[in-house]
């Protein structure tokens, strides 16, 4: 694996389409999504929520990260389900080193990611050809039956980290170009062909985002977050969330939490870095603050739990010396985090039991399992990251919201808020002040388990056999874990071992190390399986085996004779593959 960023090379919208077109064709799926894992709405359960006063139709999507950069991930986030999509972080560094791999998902989660890996115009373009997927696959007939009505999405930008680079011409020609992307939209009209070619002259909305959630990262001072929210306010008429960092719970109750209450005794919380952060009182009056100023000017104003949480790295799977925690533990600091903003703000936020007007979203360990109790505490929206990193990906989201969907009826209820509404009669009954009080002393008592170290020590499987290039267990993990959609599998040609060989799309693999902790075998797919590439430039970049297309067929090659014939009948028993140069 490469210590350094390998580039990202985008597809085309063309290859986008047309990929979904024969995909759907020859196995009825999308980006690999089987159809049996596209959510339809339940018409008689209501789930959708206003975000900044924008319907949007489900409560959840994927967060700020590896599952927001590219179209077709968020094409396959709306097709499990999401409707809210916090997009990849944006900054002016746009030529980021970041060490590989990044992904670590052994136990809970960990990362050293931060902002987007692709420079700043080409993340606009990645943003507007998923809008503009997105407007064309809820009108696309062969979808119909599986999605019905698919309601109302939304796309919230994200820029970092400081006020200096988001005054950049880049950053604010980017913030402009996500507000009215006309421009952008009539430049990629033309690629849309085949099926898909009566969309071309679609009154596709210009405006594919108008709000922003503030990444502060970690060390933002506070003069600095109240100085980037005035700016995104009154230059961009933007409404704004700004995502607060778990430190400002403190080092001692983060560590109790981590280490004691919860087992993780391995794990080393950063104390400096609670210093250098946004400290819990003067956090209090920020939000008190940036809310009267947002609504003195016509805007809306909301909070986001949480950022990641800084701790040394003690395992050395990745190599920094600085990791960012995810997943379980996280879960149980954020709602901790919002129990006692609760208590300090009473009457600010939107939440069950409060009067305020402050939205409070949320990214913190949100599973199938707890994302009813989360969503019953006010939360709006759930943003889901690492529990989309385990395998069954993308396939993961559906299923959260029918178990969402079943307990908002076996409550009684018809929507999310009289669902809220009994929850929280339900909770003051028992004795609790609210059912965030009632939630927080759950995971923090009894009901701490699924979160506790001993529920969450086991490793990924694993099987004693090394890893090939043609031949594998064939348990599709690398397909649904790695973010990108990189992955693919063909049938086996006669002679060959096993039922399914495997093939990366590799201008779309950032070596990120997720298809390799989750491998049962020994070895890692994302360098052993067959390396595809349709951009020249890219492959006479790289080092070890590849392969480069050429409208479907291997054109060049790293690799002996034997295996590009293999690789070339593999290609050409999938009929018409739609793999072309994706470099203009």
Not at 90 to 112: A, F, K, S, W
Not at 345 to 354: E, R, S, V
Not at 402 to 409: C, D, G, M, N, P
Not at 417 to 446: K, T
Request: hydrophobic letters at 40%; a negative charge; charged letters at 25%.
């Amino acid at each position: 694996m490469a210590e350094t960023t390998p580039p990202l090379t985008p597809m085309s919208l063309a290859a986008l389409l047309g990929r979904i077109e024969h995909e759907w064709a020859s196995r009825k799926k999308i980006f690999d999504l089987p159809n049996a894992r596209i959510w339809r709405p339940d018409p008689d359960i209501d789930l959708s929520f206003e975000f900044l006063g924008r319907r949007c139709e489900s409560p959840i999507g994927p967060a700020a990260g590896p599952h927001s950069q590219m179209a077709q991930n968020i094409v396959l986030a709306w097709l499990g389900g999401g409707r809210l999509f916090e997009l990849k972080t944006v900054q002016v560094m746009d030529d980021l080193e970041i060490g590989r791999p990044c992904i670590d998902m052994h136990t809970i989660g960990y990362n050293i990611e931060w902002s987007q890996e692709l420079e700043v115009p080409a993340s606009l373009e990645e943003y507007v050809k998923a809008w503009m997927a997105l407007e064309m696959l809820r009108r696309w007939e062969p979808l119909q039956e599986f999605v019905g009505d698919p309601g109302a999405h939304v796309f919230d930008m994200s820029v970092g980290y400081d006020l200096a680079g988001i005054t950049t011409e880049k950053v604010a020609s980017f913030i402009r170009g996500m507000h009215d992307a006309s421009a952008a939209i009539d430049a990629l009209r033309p690629q849309i062909q085949g099926s898909f070619a009566d969309f071309r002259d679609l009154d596709f909305d210009p405006v594919i985002s108008d709000t922003l959630t503030l990444s502060t990262f970690h060390g933002c001072p506070p003069e600095e977050i109240e100085s980037i929210t005035k700016h995104l306010i009154d230059e961009h008429e933007l409404d704004v969330i700004v995502k607060l960092n778990p430190t400002l719970l403190g080092y001692e109750t983060v560590a109790g939490i981590v280490n004691d209450e919860l087992g993780y005794d391995t794990v080393s919380v950063k104390e400096a870095a609670f210093a250098e952060d946004l400290q819990f009182e003067r956090g209090v009056e920020l939000i008190g603050e940036l809310n009267q100023y947002a609504k003195d000017r016509g805007r809306t104003f909301g909070i986001k739990l949480t950022n990641t949480l800084v701790v040394d790295n003690t395992r050395g799977f990745m190599p920094d010396e600085t990791m960012y925690l995810s997943g379980a533990p996280l879960h149980v600091i954020s709602t901790s985090l919002l129990d006692k903003l609760a208590a300090a703000l009473p009457d600010t936020f939107m939440i069950p039991g409060h009067a305020g007007d402050v939205m409070v979203s949320f990214s913190a360990g949100v599973t199938k399992d707890n994302l009813a109790d989360t969503l019953a505490t006010g939360l709006n929206p759930a943003t889901i990251c690492s529990d989309l990193l385990k395998p069954g990906g993308y396939g993961r989201m559906a299923p959260m919201l029918k178990t969402l969907t079943a307990a908002v009826a076996d409550a009684g209820a018809t929507d999310l808020a009289g669902f809220r509404a009994g929850r929280q009669g339900a909770a003051q009954a028992a004795g609790h002040g609210s059912v965030i009080a009632e939630y927080v002393a759950s995971l923090r008592g009894d009901g701490r388990e699924p979160y506790h170290f001993t529920s969450n020590e086991k490793l990924p499987r694993a099987v004693d056999n090394e890893l090939e290039m043609f031949g594998c267990v064939a348990c599709n993990f690398c397909i649904t874990v790695c973010p990108n959609d990189a992955f693919f599998n063909i049938r086996s040609l006669e002679g060959m071992p096993d039922r399914q060989q495997y093939l990366v799309l590799a201008e779309l693999c950032n070596e990120c190390g997720n298809c390799m902790v989750f491998c049962p075998e020994e070895g890692d797919p994302a360098q052993i399986k067959p390396k595809l590439y349709t951009d020249r430039s890219v492959f006479d970049g790289r080092d070890g085996q590849g392969f480069l297309l050429d409208d479907g067929r291997v054109v060049a090659a790293r690799a002996d004779d034997e295996t590009v014939s293999l690789v070339q009948q593999l290609l050409a028993s999938e009929q018409g593959l739609p793999l072309q140069e994706v470099a203009e």
